[in-house]
Every structure is written in C-alpha cells, then in structure tokens.
C-alpha cells in the first residue's frame, strides 16, 4: 500500500474487518504513514495475517478476533479501545460500524476518532420507502458518533453531507 501522506506516527489505531481485502489496503496504509495498528476481523487468522504482513513492512501491528455480533466479544473490544489511547478507530460494514461507533462513545469523549467507511449505506434511490426510512433514520443518529465519514460513491456522499458535516470521497 502506498502511504496516505499523513504522518501517523505514535498515533495508534484499530481497523475494524481489518482481515479483508479492503480493510487490510487501509490497516496497511495506515501503518505505513507510522501508525500502529490494531486489526480486528471475525476471522482470527485474516487479522494476524495482515498485521505479520504489517510488521514484515516494518510496521507495527497486532491481530485480534473480534465479532460484533457477540456481546462478549464487543465488550471484550470496548475495553480495549476504553483502555488503550488510540486515536484512530476506523469501522466498516453497517452493522460493525453502528456497534462500533457506539463501543467508542466514551473513547471519543478523550480524543479517539471514529472514521466510517461506508461501502454503500442501506438506504438508497429504488429501495423499499420503509427500509429507506428506518436505516437511514439510524445511520443519522450513528452520525453524531463519526468524526469523519467516508463514502464511494456520489449518491452516498450526498446523503452523507446531509447526515454529517465531514463527508467526503
């Protein structure tokens, strides 16, 4: 990956889905602009495999297996991030970015910020008028808890400036 052009260095971040091919690319960035990074992916071995990777380039990282859908594994993932000082926590995916962004309410309240990389939120033109209604209702409230928001498309960078103040392609 080729660095981000930020300097990150001693800052600390976590990668949510850090074992996949997208979220690794940022995990790897990231770590590359001197950040250390902490990748958590439901599969264990995806997320060690990117942070080997990460420290084989020079960089420093961990793997942790995390799944948001687990109530213990999300506590166990808040403490984490509540304990630790990071300063970056970067979520995907709609459900992981909701459980993670408000996982991070309190972390934020010191300095930690919550970047939302959305691959396409769940509301969209020619979706069902009720599914439209309740997610984008929710995405809205998880707004108040992203410091910025990334989107990948035009139709989503729209809505998403008028959910948040820092939307951007």
């Known amino acids: ?6 300097d990150l260095k001693d800052k ?4 949510t889905g850090g074992g996949g091919i997208l ?3 940022f995990a790897k960035a990231i770590a590359s602009s001197g950040a250390k990074v902490a ?3 439901l599969n264990e071995e995806a997320a060690n495999k990117v942070a080997d990777e990460i420290v084989k380039d020079g960089g420093i990282a961990i793997g942790i297996k995390t799944n948001v859908l687990d109530k213990k ?3 166990d993932a808040k403490k984490i991030v509540n304990e630790n000082d990071y300063d970056i926590v970067h979520c995907h995916t709609p459900i992981a970015a909701m459980c993670t ?4 309410i309190k972390a934020r309240k010191k300095g930690t910020k919550v970047f ?4 396409g939120f769940h509301f969209y033109k020619g979706g ?5 209604l309740i997610y984008k209702a929710i995405e809205g409230f998880a707004a108040h808890f992203t410091d910025p928001l990334v989107t990948i498309n035009k139709e989503d960078f729209e809505t998403g400036l008028y959910n948040t103040a820092s939307a951007f392609i």
């Open 39 to 41: 990748v958590l992916d």
């Open 116 to 119: 939302y990389t959305a691959h």
């Open 1 to 6: 990956p080729k660095n981000i052009n930020i």
């Open 23 to 25: 979220c690794s690319s």
């Open 101 to 104: 962004r408000l996982a991070c």
């Open 12 to 15: 600390v971040a976590v990668v």
């Open 73 to 75: 594994s999300l506590e």
């Open 128 to 132: 069902s008028k009720l599914n439209n």
